[in-house]
């Protein structure tokens, strides 16, 4: 079935199949989310299965949950804005919204859920306390990069040969066991943890001996006891198939010191309540304990904590019966748990090394002095900072004729901020009114509420115009300042940076925080883009996953790792009330770091400038990269690109 271009009365989420031998499989994210759908029994989707090879879903039905609204799509048939997205991804009714990456898609079925529903309490209970569940995109949190791509890649790739002797846990795995034998941190946890204390010394009171031999559970350590908490996680879901413990606790109890009070066990993946985390690991435990063949169970031995969590997770009601509706037989991997003698401490591997982790903590290395020795360093090797004279300093967008929607004035904003912010939207506007061509597709990342895309939409009718942002209410507020203005070539994506994969010629950033410009620059230079990009807050730059600092290898045969972390704190040193030394030291340190980004550029073959906004004033981030490649060799433009609006 071909999807239609007009606009859908309920959003439509669009989920990958792919094929194996032949035929057709779901990836696990696309399992994720049939998962979540059955579990909240959600309606609000009309769903198209994205079939790479020939095939339909006649062939999934048994794991296709029913009742679900369901159609199969070719690729060239999905809608462009959802075509440049990684799915999973959702296109809202005005077909201008597109939502993709795991975490931001199961957080919008779980809002469009209880929408729907107000009294799905257990459902808006998925995200957590205070609805953070997964919010942090994987680029800030280790949590979500672990949950949203560690383990269902991990998973993804033991798939593709399950039986080979020689494979070993996944790292992903043993990370996930380990940060599962941790403490529990939770919200006002002292008041539970005097209530397990109280009920330890009840059980203990009131032990028989004829308990005193009884034999852990497959999967459970004899040192894990977790009733308590489990007690207080069914609690929630307002499910308590145990007798309640008393809420009010005796003299002694309360009389205890906090550090001499139990700790609480995992019971669930983040603690002690079922989240969307479990939703996400679910599919992907089961799918790998049931790849494990008889010789690869003693394997089990190193995951105690993983395996209770598992036989934990079917408690929770509606679990047992949206696994069956996928197609997932959750008693099949237990088969497998039941001949296996109870771990002992020492099958309980150690933490595993996460390189990436040692690098981010490098960061906390105390500076010591100011950043002259490093700048006098640069300078001995003949590197300084250049700016280049700004081409146009005297340019400015009409703003007395322009539409109200378009000027920055959103909220309680002070005129001295809103000249400032028109001064700013000037800079980046000129700068890519000169590179953009009628067909263009042009990319505002990080746009947050749109000051910049709306205004770059308006002024260039026959560019296409793509706002990405990960926070949602930002990317609203942008979508609602749009429709005001009756804008037609523009587009809306709420998503991690790395989950937008389409074609674009111009790349923009107005002060994309830390290694974010960082992130914009690499995306441009991969899509072979020119790039418009005010970095900003230099002290959140660190290491990351895709690169490390000092960037360019002049500067990495120059200074260490901390010496560049100097010139970072050090170029943030320029706000209005300090010092002119110190900012003009600020500005230098500013320059140097973005020469050494621009340096990496031009290994790429881009011709890059680093100029100063005009007026200087307009912000104390007032450096602007501008990149652009050689005529000819960047992107060309696509005749059904320059046809099509964003959102077709």
């Not at 999934?60 to 997205?85: I, K, M, S």
């Not at 198939?241 to 019971?267: C, F, G, M, Q, Y």
């Not at 150690?350 to 690098?359: D, L, Q, V």
Request: aromatic share 6%.
């Amino acid at each position: 079935m071909k999807h239609t271009e007009e606009s859908p009365q309920r959003p439509s989420l669009f989920l990958e199949v792919c094929c194996q031998n032949e035929e057709p499989r779901l990836p696990l994210h696309t399992s994720i989310a049939l998962f979540l759908l059955s579990y909240c029994e959600c309606k609000s989707f009309k769903v198209f299965l994205v079939f790479g090879t020939p095939g339909g879903s006649h062939a999934l039905r048994g794991q296709l949950p029913a009742g679900l609204d369901v159609c199969d799509l070719r690729p060239e048939d999905v809608p462009r804005l959802v075509r440049g997205c990684r799915l999973p991804a959702v296109l809202d009714e005005t077909g201008m919204l597109c939502r993709a990456g795991l975490a931001v898609v199961l957080r919008h079925v779980i809002d469009k859920t209880t929408e729907a529903d107000p009294s799905r309490k257990n459902v808006l209970a998925l995200l957590g306390f205070k609805k953070t569940c997964l919010k942090a995109c994987a680029e800030v949190s280790k949590w979500t990069r672990l949950c949203e791509i560690g383990i269902p890649s991990a998973v993804e790739e033991h798939l593709k040969d399950p039986t080979n002797p020689d494979q070993q846990l996944p790292l992903a795995i043993l990370t996930l066991e380990r940060r599962r034998a941790e403490p529990v941190k939770v919200h006002n946890d002292d008041k539970i943890r005097r209530q397990k204390l109280q009920a330890q010394k009840r059980n203990k009171k009131n032990q028989g001996k004829g308990n005193r031999n009884a034999q852990p559970e497959p999967g459970q350590s004899p040192q894990v006891s977790d009733e308590h908490e489990l007690r207080t996680a069914l609690a929630k879901l307002s499910v308590d198939p145990v007798p309640t413990a008393a809420t009010r606790e005796n003299s002694d109890i309360r009389k205890v010191k906090t550090t001499d009070l139990p700790p609480l066990e995992h019971v669930f993946a983040e603690g002690l309540y079922f989240t969307l985390t479990d939703v996400v690991l679910l599919p992907c435990i089961y799918q790998y304990l049931c790849s494990l063949q008889a010789h690869a169970a003693s394997s089990l031995h190193q995951l105690p904590h993983l395996l209770r969590w598992y036989s934990r997770v079917q408690e929770v009601p509606g679990v047992l019966r949206a696994a069956k509706e996928c197609g997932m037989d959750l008693s099949i991997p237990r088969v497998l748990m039941s001949g296996l003698p109870a771990p002992s401490a020492e099958d309980i591997p150690p933490s595993p090394s996460e390189p990436e982790e040692g690098k981010e903590t490098t960061l906390q290395l105390r500076f010591v002095g100011g950043p002259r020795p490093t700048m006098t360093k640069l300078q001995e090797s003949g590197i300084e900072a250049e700016f280049t004279p700004h081409p146009c300093p005297d340019w400015t967008l009409p703003w007395d004729s322009l539409p109200g929607a378009i000027s920055p004035t959103e909220g309680n904003v002070s005129n001295i901020r809103v000249v400032r912010k028109r001064q700013q939207l000037n800079n980046l506007v000129a700068m890519v009114t000169e590179l953009a061509r009628p067909g263009h597709t042009v990319v505002d990342f990080c746009s947050g509420t749109g000051h910049l895309g709306i205004a770059l939409a308006h002024t260039l009718p026959d560019c296409q115009v793509i706002l990405i942002e990960n926070k949602e209410e930002s990317l609203l507020r942008a979508q609602n300042r749009s429709a005001e203005l009756g804008l037609k070539n523009i587009g809306f994506v709420q998503a991690n940076l790395d989950y937008f994969t389409g074609p674009f010629h111009i790349g923009v950033a107005l002060h994309a925080c830390g290694v974010a410009t960082d992130m914009v620059m690499e995306h441009c230079i991969q899509a072979r883009a020119a790039f418009v990009i005010s970095p900003c807050c230099y002290g959140f730059i660190q290491n990351a996953i895709k690169f490390t600092f000092p960037k360019s290898k002049r500067f990495q045969e120059t200074l260490t790792y901390k010496e560049h972390m100097i010139l970072c704190r050090f170029a943030d040193q320029t706000a209005v009330q300090l010092p002119p030394e110190k900012r003009l030291i600020g500005k230098q340190c500013m320059g140097l770091v973005d020469l050494d980004r621009s340096w990496v550029a031009q290994t790429h073959g881009y011709s890059v400038q680093v100029m100063t906004m005009e007026p200087e004033s307009c912000s104390p981030k007032n450096n602007l990269l501008v990149g652009k490649l050689p005529c000819g060799s960047g992107l060309e433009v696509d005749a059904a690109q320059q046809e099509a609006p964003a959102h077709n």
